[in-house]
């Protein structure tokens, strides 16, 4: 098995947990008595919680279409391992989820109960926001590791 194979296989499995990780823990707001924490779904698809409202995220959804598009691309390159301009779309597109998802808790915003909306601004990033980057990360390293690679192992 070639070295490219290897690197592209490892890099459909980072792209995998990348999206794995928007149904984590992807932000964390704590209160003067409680903590709150909302998932990366809650953050993308919005969310009507007891106390606050999370309205729809469009950058959460373009993280979303971003992580399905890494998955894709990753396994074509697996395929057809030979082609550069798809090592460079991934590295795009990985660095443009990484850049997503250490920013994830800024989009946000609250509706409380008493009606009131404001951006979320004691928020903190969460594992899943923090390990999504990593393999975001991940990813896009790989894919610039087979532009570099040879074909065989020796």
């Known amino acids: 098995m070639n ?3 290897i690197v592209n296989m490892i890099s ?4 995998i947990l990348a999206f794995i990780m928007l149904f984590f823990t992807a932000i964390v707001f704590k209160d003067t008595t409680t903590s709150y924490t909302f998932r990366g779904t809650d953050i993308i698809f919005g969310r009507k919680a007891n106390e606050m ?4 995220s469009i950058l ?4 979303f279409i971003l992580t399905i598009a890494m998955i894709v691309i990753s396994i074509v390159k697996v395929v057809r391992s030979q082609d ?5 779309l991934l590295v795009g597109i ?16 609250v509706r409380h109960l008493n009606y009131t909306t404001e951006i979320a601004k004691d928020f903190k990033l969460g594992v899943g926001a923090v390990l999504g980057g990593i393999f975001s990360i991940l990813t ?3 894919a610039c590791a087979d532009y570099f690679l040879k074909n065989d192992i020796e």
Request: charged share 15%; hydrophobic share 60%; net charge positive.
């Open 12 to 15: 459909v499995v980072t792209s």
């Open 94 to 109: 990985a660095l443009v989820a990484t850049i997503i998802f250490f920013i994830f808790k800024t989009p946000v915003v």
């Open 3 to 5: 070295t490219r194979k």
């Open 53 to 56: 409202d999370l309205n729809v």
């Open 60 to 63: 959460g959804i373009i993280l």
């Open 140 to 142: 896009a390293v790989l």
């Open 84 to 88: 550069k301009k798809i090592n460079f």
